[in-house]
């Protein structure tokens, strides 16, 4: 069962992997397809960026005036430059001074608007050395552009301006919303994971539980049926045994000859042992019905000697709470519980019996102040057979065990070294006032 838990859980985590490195592919992908965006704008600026350059009269140039805009100089660039604004889909072109001072610009609107200096711009500066140069993708104003800077060179080969295009990146705008909902795939994801992860990891445990539960069931039915058939062959022969002790006893016995009184007594040892063989074996008939605590509490009390060793801690709980269980099963069960108590405490200690109501349920608590129990019996305490005692036949708590769970109640039970043992039975509860409707 291990191995299979085990490598559902390398399958899982490998289906992990897997999806997990799916996102990140897609993150790659998108990234190196904006790179692949931006590099062909780039390209595609620069080389629009040299074409005009070209084209651009630099004599025309030399006669413009920063902010004079009614020249005949002026028109004839601006014509120039408007055309291949609009022909090539560019958002703006500016034709600046080496000082930064906007001397063309299209749309003309720009002129007024970007009077500000670019000296300080490191693409104006390569510009103004002769190098064409173009910015990464800028969101401004929720909006992406991408800039080409050059240099316009005379006849000499000397800058005499800079030409800037600037152009829309709006697949950049696409790219950006893919990545959003990437972002949001990817959280999804990852949230549809861990719901899937924790509803798995349940599904598996509670199968492996049951898997569990059911191998124990069959393994205690062949157990019943071993003990029920050893239990029957044995009967017969002990109470051979007991008739013919009496006969021997009537006929060569003396009053004094304790031989006599010994057999009988491992007789009635040997058909306890039997009897609970017997009750392992067979599955008790459950008979319910409502009953109130105190009841129970007073006929344990009664098998108790001396009832000063029992104590019992009725944590308020009023006449008003009932149990709704078979009566007989939960006596036995509880009984078999404080019997064991009593064997493992301290003969100056008592044993102590708390009930509690816990949110419609009712735990009985019994602990002994004996010398508590290792972790690794603790793990076999309810197996069939398994005993610490000489003379246990291991049946005790397997057959407790088996009741509680028949009344729709668990057990569990806590130790520590030294400190003694905790038995905890958990048992449904049923208000007094619903007694009519049952």
Request: hydrophobic letters at 40%; glycine letters at 6%.
């Amino acid at each position: 069962m291990s191995n299979t838990k085990t490598r559902y859980t390398f399958f899982f985590w490998i289906g992990i992997v897997l999806i997990l490195g799916l996102n990140l592919l897609l993150w790659v992908y998108v990234n190196q397809v904006e790179k692949e965006f931006a590099t062909n704008l780039s390209t595609r600026l620069t080389s629009t960026n040299k074409s005009l350059a070209r084209q651009i009269d630099e004599e025309l140039l030399g006669l413009i005036i920063p902010g004079e805009r009614n020249t005949l100089e002026y028109f004839s660039i601006y014509e120039n430059i408007d055309i291949v604004r609009q022909q090539d889909s560019l958002q703006s072109i500016l034709i600046l001074s080496l000082n930064g001072e906007i001397l063309v610009a299209s749309p003309e609107i720009l002129s007024v608007q970007k009077e500000i200096s670019h000296t300080e711009n490191a693409f104006f500066i390569k510009a103004k050395e002769a190098e064409y140069n173009t910015t990464p993708p800028e969101l401004i104003s929720g909006e992406w552009f991408m800039s080409s800077y050059g240099p316009i060179v005379d006849i000499d080969g000397q800058v005499v301006g800079i030409l800037v295009i600037e152009a829309k990146a709006t697949y950049f705008e696409t790219l950006q919303e893919l990545r959003n909902r990437l972002i949001l795939f990817s959280l999804i994801n990852f949230l549809v994971i861990t719901i899937i992860a924790i509803f798995l990891f349940r599904l598996t445990d509670r199968a492996f539980k049951y898997q569990a539960t059911i191998k124990d069931h069959e393994h205690l039915v062949q157990l019943g049926t071993m003990a029920a058939s050893v239990a029957h062959e044995i009967r017969n022969p002990l109470g051979i045994i007991e008739g013919s002790n009496e006969l021997i006893k009537k006929k060569y016995g003396q009053h004094d000859d304790e031989i006599f009184e010994y057999i009988p007594g491992e007789i009635k040892r040997l058909t306890e042992i039997i009897e609970n063989f017997l009750n392992f074996a067979r599955t008790p008939k459950i008979n319910k019905s409502p009953f109130p605590i105190e009841q129970i509490l007073t006929r344990i009390k009664i098998g108790i000697n001396p009832p000063s060793k029992l104590i019992i801690e009725n944590d308020g709980l009023s006449e008003e709470v009932l149990l709704f269980t078979d009566y007989n099963l939960l006596e036995q069960a509880l009984l078999n519980i404080i019997k064991n108590a009593f064997e493992a405490a301290s003969d100056k200690k008592a044993v102590i019996l708390k009930i509690q109501r816990q949110k419609g349920n009712i735990k009985f608590y019994i602990k002994d102040n004996g010398p508590g129990i290792t972790e690794t019996e603790l793990e076999k305490i309810f197996q069939p057979f398994f005993t610490t005692k000489e003379r246990g036949t291991g049946l005790g708590l397997a057959i407790t065990k088996r009741i509680i769970e028949l009344l729709d109640g668990q057990i569990a039970v806590k130790s520590v070294m030294g400190e003694g043992t905790e038995f905890i039975i958990t048992l449904p509860a049923l208000k007094k006032k619903g007694y009519d409707k049952l």
